[in-house]
């Protein structure tokens, strides 16, 4: 790690964008970091995207805890945050330490929780003075998918930009070292960026944030069930996943693989 909590205050403080994609293995991790992202999540979108499940529930502490390990073994120059799954951080303040320190333990500098409650908040600063840094996670929040109704904008009106607001600003207070804004309205993610001193991450929330945060299996075309208006596709890795093992697949029928350079 050579980027730290410190790093990621001073780009808000200059005023420079940072960036943040998720990582679930060693070799991934190992090339997203030499391209310069600033921190790589362990996302809990791995529930859908390495693990086939069709919401973020389903996953615990245990597979957490495998893919933290693999993430930040490939990582050198990144800040490294888990996601704390549904349930890990819910029941008590010492569950919630326990299993947010085996995440630290096993390679992350930070991690991230969703949400805002009046107990969110004491979670935040007593992990904070345990020295865990959190990151929050605001606007649509997954884990609360069957609370919120559905995969719904957050903060459309003025009251409910001011409501996301004030509760960034609670947790700024406990000690968040940044926020994610999720689908939320590009002006509202503007006003609450501009009236924070800790850094705001877009998941899309448009471009005013301080950073921009995606999933890596959409950047990289791989994930192909659905894919959210916001995420950008840089490649198409499913196509070359195919092309790779249909040619694999031809060679082995044909006899072509292995050639004499590939025996002993
Ligand atoms: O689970 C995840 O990957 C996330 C980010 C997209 C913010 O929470």
Redesign the pocket.
Known sequence: MAITVNTIQKYKNNNEKFSVL?AYDYSTAKYIDEAGIDII?I???LAMTALGYET?HAIGIDEMKIFTKAVAKGVKNALVVT?MPFMSYHTDISTAIKNCGEMIKNGANAV?IEGFSEYILEAVKRLTQSGIPVMG?LGFTPQFLNTLGGYKIQGKTHDAAEEILKQAKELEKAGAFSI?L?MVPQESAKYITENLTIPTIS?GAGRYCDAQ?L?CDDVFGKFSDFTPKFARKYGDMKSLIFECAKKYNDDVKSGKFPSDAEVF
């Open positions: 998720t999540l996302g809990d979108s973020t996601d991230k996670h994610v999720e998941c945060v999933v």
